[in-house]
């Protein structure tokens, strides 16, 4: 397929205990088993290649003939989450004065949506409590996100409260819980990434309805070409 919709879902978990311990990452996204790993506060995670929970064995990026476009991103709304995009070395969101930013925090673009935004972070809290209320989000992803051909990208999530698996220790209130990103983009690839880039050059927002019509545009015009050229060699 030359145009596909893709997401992409990232825990903080390890296939077992002891992999969990030593902060290996898994190839997999499971739940079966696992424990939640260790987040150090104020750190960026790469949800691709960070070594830490599901990851993937190489870096996203783009070849000289695909186009990524990414629509949606969320975050675990507790433990102070954020979720950030990267593009080469650029971060996409920053503040008003042009300064870093951990990105779009949970509670804004809570993942999942409904989910409470809290899970035993208090003193005194077991680690599977969690609050009552039911987040939805406030934040769209608008414009969408555009990752041009030769570009890498990543999406980063950063925490501002440190989470250690101490398990039945709650007199700290950093127990270590389970925190997850969600991504979703289309990938443009062979022809129809050629169209998403003539689409940005018009000004032309690039999605599939989009890349369709412009699809159907060149067709209409060269049935319209074929069409004179034949009455005109019949005239």
């Known amino acids: 397929m030359a145009m596909r919709s893709q997401i992409y879902e990232w825990m903080n978990h390890a296939a077992?205990?002891?992999?969990?311990?030593?902060?290996?990452s898994m190839t997999r996204r499971s739940t079966a088993g696992t424990l939640p790993q260790d987040i150090v506060a104020d750190k960026d995670y790469d949800i691709f290649?960070?070594?830490?929970?599901?990851?993937?064995?190489?870096?996203?990026?783009?070849?000289?003939t695909q186009f990524v476009v990414i629509e949606d991103l969320a975050c675990s709304p507790h433990n102070g989450m954020h979720v950030q995009v990267r593009i080469n070395t650029t971060d996409?969101?920053?503040?008003p004065d042009v300064t870093d930013?951990?990105?779009?925090?949970?509670?804004?673009s809570p993942y999942p949506r409904g989910c409470p935004n809290f899970v035993g972070t208090a003193v005194g809290m077991d680690s599977n409590e969690t609050g009552s209320d039911a987040l939805l989000p406030s934040f769209t992803l608008y414009p969408d996100v555009y990752v041009l051909p030769g570009q890498t990208w990543s999406v980063l999530v950063n925490a501002d409260t440190i989470l250690t698996n101490g398990i039945g220790d709650d007199t700290a209130g950093?127990?270590?819980?389970?925190?997850?990103?969600?991504?979703?983009?289309?990938?443009?690839?062979?022809?129809?990434?050629?169209?998403?880039n003539k689409l940005l050059e018009l000004g032309v927002t690039v999605n599939p309805n989009n890349v369709d019509w412009y699809k159907r545009t060149l067709i209409e015009q060269q049935s319209a070409a074929s069409a004179a050229a034949a009455a005109q060699a019949g005239a």
């Not at 270590?176 to 990434?193: I, N, Q, R």
């Open 16 to 24: 077992t205990a002891t992999a969990a311990a030593a902060g290996k």
């Open 49 to 64: 290649i960070g070594g830490l929970g599901n990851n993937i064995t190489k870096p996203a990026e783009t070849s000289a």
């Open 92 to 95: 996409y969101f920053q503040n």
């Open 174 to 196: 950093i127990d270590a819980a389970t925190v997850a990103a969600f991504v979703k983009y289309t990938l443009y690839d062979g022809p129809d990434a050629l169209i998403a």
């Open 101 to 108: 930013q951990k990105g779009i925090p949970g509670t804004a």
